[in-house]
């Protein structure tokens, strides 16, 4: 299994006793990577006795995203004074060496898990930050032609996090890149249903598609050849389109599809708009290819 983030912290890690000299390494230190939470209490205080364990509790459950420092205020006083905590239980969150939030007095139990969860997530997920960092690898991996490696790490990220649109529109890419188009049309139907329609993934659909009709497609020099003897042979400027984006060519193709659109744009129940559709989803939406085309397009339509 892909290893996406730091193995979690023993629970002796999580919460330990602090003192007035360890303060500054324990808390202020400690913080700069990893938010620290800050237990001020005493032995004789009822609260501090319910709160105590119940912010262990959830500090443990953040699974090493949060720490814990506790300080007894009776024989540490520093801090406390410094902090200007007047009641116990107080507690403080420091965050890059500074405090962040704090609560005075006992909380539910759902109040305390929200606490810590917030703090955690001044830090962000350390999870979900290694799967995009994985995405990323797998992504220049494709860009470099080593599809079969991006597909095994697209396939370890599924493993993860199941329903992760970006891996899953990147193993199907990965499957295309090496001319498997069966299989990748597999792993897209096999898509869980609250991504299916995620953009990712209908831009991955409209490769499919693509793939399929490039298969099909004729030589690019003997259709170039028969649209300048023919202009007007619009099959012949259609699967030149279709020719050309097969051959890497996306920006010719979109202009021969331009072109079919000017001269008949209901050829075929308007076919070549519904081509350009399909590449334009294909493609990224910020690609200039797309942008120029979508807007070439748009000023036919509404010419």
């Not at 209908?202 to 028969?226: F, K, T, Y």
Request: glycine fraction near 6%; charged fraction near 20%.
């Amino acid at each position: 299994m892909l290893e996406l983030g730091e193995a979690t912290p023993p629970t002796g890690d999580l919460v330990i006793d602090g003192t007035d000299a360890s303060f500054a390494q324990d808390v202020i230190e400690a913080s700069q990577t990893v938010p620290v939470i800050v237990d001020f209490w005493a032995q004789w205080c009822g609260p501090c006795k319910t709160l105590g364990p119940a912010l262990e509790a959830a500090v443990t459950k953040a699974g090493g995203r949060v720490k814990m420092v506790k300080i007894d205020v009776d024989a540490h006083q520093a801090y406390a004074a410094q902090l200007q905590v007047q009641s116990i239980p107080t507690v403080y969150a420091f965050y890059q060496g500074r405090p962040v939030d704090a609560f005075q007095g006992a909380l539910p139990p759902s109040e305390i898990e929200a606490f810590v969860k917030k703090v955690a997530d001044l830090a962000g997920d350390p999870a979900a930050e290694g799967l995009e960092a994985a995405i990323e690898a797998a992504e220049q991996m494709l860009d470099e032609g080593a599809a079969a490696d991006a597909a095994e790490t697209f396939a370890a990220i599924l493993q993860e996090e199941p329903a992760n649109a970006p891996a899953y529109a990147g193993l199907v890419r990965a499957y295309l890149a090496l001319d498997d188009v069966d299989q990748a049309e597999a792993i897209l139907n096999g898509a869980p249903a609250e991504i299916s329609t995620d953009p990712a993934l209908e831009s991955a659909h409209a490769q499919i598609m693509l793939a399929r009709e490039a298969a099909n497609a004729g030589p690019v020099a003997e259709l170039q050849a028969a649209v300048e003897a023919e202009p007007d042979n619009h099959q012949a400027r259609f699967d030149l389109a279709t020719a050309l984006h097969a051959n890497g060519q996306a920006e010719e193709a979109v202009d021969m599809l331009l072109e079919l659109f000017r001269r008949d744009r209901d050829w075929n129940d308007g076919a070549a708009k519904t081509q350009l559709f399909t590449i334009f989803d294909a493609h990224e939406a910020k690609d200039p290819i797309v942008l120029n085309g979508r807007r070439k397009l748009s000023s036919m339509i509404f010419a």
